[in-house]
């Protein structure tokens, strides 16, 4: 059966579902914008009770990551995500849900082959690249300083 360009993208965009754009939008927003809320609230949180701003905000940035792993552990981190989409992608908690999840999903597989090495299939990369970055820009601003 031959069908042409015109009858394939009619029959595609019968059975694609609707984009709801707006309303996925609102919801990353909303989630992604109560995320980084929760953790101002948390270094707040943390200067009231006498730590330093610089001490504070870093242990608001290891309570978030606690946070998500312990809710991708229950996945509730994904239904959230289910909902809010890119809203879930906030640096530091999405991070540590890429973390968590492929070493749930390989736990069966045991602790080395399992674990270990499927954690890092997905922030692997994130955490060389991120290394080599910061090389090369520490080094160029070493150079820039001292040299030009």
Same mark, same amino acid.
Request: hydrophobic content about 45%; some cysteine; glycine content about 10%.
């Given at each position: 059966?031959?069908?042409?360009?015109?009858? /394939?993208?009619?029959?595609?965009?019968?059975?694609?579902?609707?984009?709801?754009?707006?309303?996925?939008?609102?919801? !990353?927003? &909303?989630?992604?914008?109560?995320? &980084?809320?929760?953790?101002?609230?948390?270094?707040?949180? /943390?200067?009231?009770?006498?730590?330093?701003?610089? +001490?504070?905000?870093?242990?608001?940035?290891?309570? $978030?990551?606690?946070?998500? !792993?312990? $809710?991708?552990? $229950?996945?509730?981190?994904?239904?959230?995500?289910?909902?809010?989409?890119?809203?879930?992608?906030?640096?530091? +908690?999405?991070?540590?849900?890429?973390?968590?999840?492929?070493?749930?999903?390989?736990?069966?597989?045991?602790?080395? $082959?399992?674990?270990? !090495?499927?954690?890092?299939?997905? !922030?692997?990369?994130?955490?060389?690249?991120?290394?080599?970055?910061?090389?090369?820009?520490?080094?160029? +601003? /070493?150079?820039?300083?001292?040299?030009?």
């Amino acid at each position: 059966m031959d069908i042409s360009k015109k009858q /394939y993208e009619n029959i595609n965009k019968k059975h694609s579902p609707k984009s709801h754009i707006i309303k996925d939008c609102t919801w !990353a927003f &909303c989630v992604g914008g109560l995320i &980084c809320c929760i953790g101002q609230a948390l270094a707040k949180i /943390y200067i009231y009770y006498g730590l330093d701003k610089e +001490t504070s905000f870093s242990l608001a940035s290891i309570t $978030l990551i606690l946070l998500s !792993a312990i $809710l991708t552990g $229950l996945n509730i981190y994904n239904s959230i995500a289910n909902v809010a989409g890119a809203g879930t992608l906030v640096p530091i +908690t999405g991070f540590a849900n890429s973390m968590v999840s492929p070493a749930l999903e390989f736990q069966t597989e045991g602790l080395v $082959l399992g674990v270990g !090495a499927q954690m890092f299939t997905i !922030a692997g990369p994130v955490i060389v690249y991120g290394v080599i970055t910061s090389v090369i820009v520490g080094l160029l +601003t /070493y150079i820039f300083n001292n040299f030009i």
